[in-house]
């Protein structure tokens, strides 16, 4: 179906293990709207959650974008609308508005520039302004605060993945595996990357173990990243550093949703012209500097 359909299947890191197999292209945020950008395939099936099927559609408009489950939706991507993004540069006229990823074509539409978590702190400092609206999440804000002198204005989103890991169940993995390196993604709380020993994107998490000299490594993110770990690392150990760590809505898709999808050409992401129009600006800004 996949060549009679001259598709491409895209799947992010979190995506069950048997969907990430059947992919063309596994990889973060970042990585897959660079791959939907650049397609030469008629048809996109996003296996992962609809801001990402919803910014490859925005990116090459003349494709057809699949999101195999309708409702696998990112929770922190509903946390803020376009409307109170408007309000938020009628409050703070001087300030750049930077929007994660992770929010709606129409809150993309009403921002400066994009970020993922693999660039985000090369986002805020490629800007002119001092004043960052950085939006939805409230813990990669904190961890970009870090590293810039800029006044980061956070909205107080969050991944309930990644919010609710805590300090505690970091000191638990470490003592149950005092060997291991520390990976954490930066939607962790601060008191969660203050422990850890590298925070990155969840590809980023991938490089960084194969290149590594540890043996072993606690990972701070879905679980679902660890069959790439395995994969990309053969002969490396990895624990998740909470097994609790799951995204629902990443795990909706199954195979027999994607070979469904692939059949029907549904269910279809369309994002209306006027808002993908301001939107792609906004992502394309993200990928130019980066
Ligand atoms: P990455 O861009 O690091 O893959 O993260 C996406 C995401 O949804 C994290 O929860
Ligand atoms: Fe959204 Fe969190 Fe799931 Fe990522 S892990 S898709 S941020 S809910």
Redesign the pocket.
């Known amino acids: 179906m996949k060549k009679k359909r001259d598709a491409t299947i895209l799947a992010?890191?979190?995506q069950l293990p048997e969907v990430q197999d059947i992919a063309d292209i596994v990889g973060?945020?970042?990585e897959l709207a660079r791959a939907a950008a650049n397609l030469e395939s008629e048809v996109i099936v996003f296996c992962g959650v609809d801001f990402m099927a919803e910014t490859a559609a925005v990116l090459s408009p003349e494709k057809t974008v699949i999101l195999p489950v309708a409702d696998a939706q990112?929770p922190m991507a509903e946390m803020i609308t376009a409307g109170e993004v408007k309000v938020l540069r009628e409050r703070f006229p001087e300030a750049a508005v930077v929007a994660y990823v992770?929010t709606s074509a129409e809150v993309k539409a009403e921002s400066d520039i994009c970020c993922?978590?693999?660039n985000a702190v090369a986002v805020v400092e490629s800007l002119d302004e001092q004043e960052i609206i950085f939006l939805p999440d409230r813990n990669l804000a904190a961890y970009v605060a870090r590293f810039t002198k800029k006044q980061i204005l956070p909205w107080e989103g969050f991944?309930y993945?990644?919010d609710r890991i805590t300090s505690d169940d970091l000191k638990t993995a470490r003592s149950f595996h005092p060997d291991a390196e520390v990976l954490v993604?930066p939607?962790c709380r601060s008191e969660v990357i203050d422990l850890a020993d590298h925070v990155f994107?969840?590809?980023g998490m991938v490089r960084h173990a194969c290149k590594s000299r540890s043996k072993e490594f606690i990972i701070g993110?879905?679980v679902g990243l660890l069959h790439q770990l395995e994969k990309k690392c053969p002969g490396k150990i990895f624990y998740p550093l909470s097994e609790t760590a799951v995204?629902i809505n990443m795990k909706k898709t199954e195979l027999s949703d994607v070979l469904d999808s692939l059949k029907s050409l549904k269910p279809r992401i369309v994002v209306s012209n006027e808002v993908a129009i301001k939107a792609k600006k906004a992502i394309e800004r993200m990928l130019d500097i980066t």
């Open positions: 992010h890191n979190y973060d945020s970042l990112c992770n993922t978590s693999a991944c993945v990644h993604h939607e994107s969840t590809s993110t879905e995204c």
